[in-house]
């Protein structure tokens, strides 16, 4: 059987790759930092195994990859989905601290995941998915830091399938705009109806969307390495 490790699996985008992937008959390994209970239920719930560990520590990362890989008998896709934002607000406002913080979660984080991951994918190639951003493609006012970490992940994503294609292991990542989850709830009525707006396609997207973009780069017969798929319904268009 296949298996794919979900790094921020329990979240509210990562549970839905977790549930596709297993659609697709992958054993799925459930990330987690904080959501232990979560991710112990979804992985009861499409048969994986939950993997908890701190993305921004090497030792933790090896450890975490090496015991899902053991129990999975190796990984064959790895998805980068954890990942934090920053508060909106000008770039004078935003702090040195906060600065560290959001660019060691989302890019460190994916850099261990993806150098432990590759070490194990050299002798049969693999897959990896990084979840990226809109803003990683065009910027995001008030976002400034965020939009710096997508788009390093996005260039990262690149630099990775050229250097692995020849061991058959395929990089890529997707680009989500809007995607209607818990992070958005706070938002008034008022300003989702801005956002909603701003979307050519006349609606948010759904973790479902994010899940079958996943799936997509992910199949055996897909010919794609190094692309950043936007999933923006049309509010970034480049």
Known sequence: MKSVLVVGGSGAIGSAICKKMAKEGYFVGVHYKFHREDAENLAKEIGGIAIGFDIKNAGQVRLGINEFVEQAKGIDVLVNCAGIAQKIKPLLDTSEIEFDEVFSTNCKGVFLTCKEAISHMLEKGGNIVNVSSMWGLVGGSCESVYSATKGA????????????????????AVAPGFIDTPMNASLSEKD?????????????????????????LCDEDCFVTGEILNLSGGEVII
Not at 157 to 166: C, I, V
Not at 192 to 216: H, N, Q, S, T
């Open 153 to 172: 992940i996005n260039s990262f994503t690149k630099a990775l399938a050229k250097e692995y294609a020849s061991a058959k292991i395929r990089v890529n």
């Open 192 to 216: 989702r109806a801005l956002c909603l707006d701003d979307i050519p396609l006349g609606r948010f997207g759904k973790g479902e969307d994010v899940a079958k973009a996943v799936a997509f």
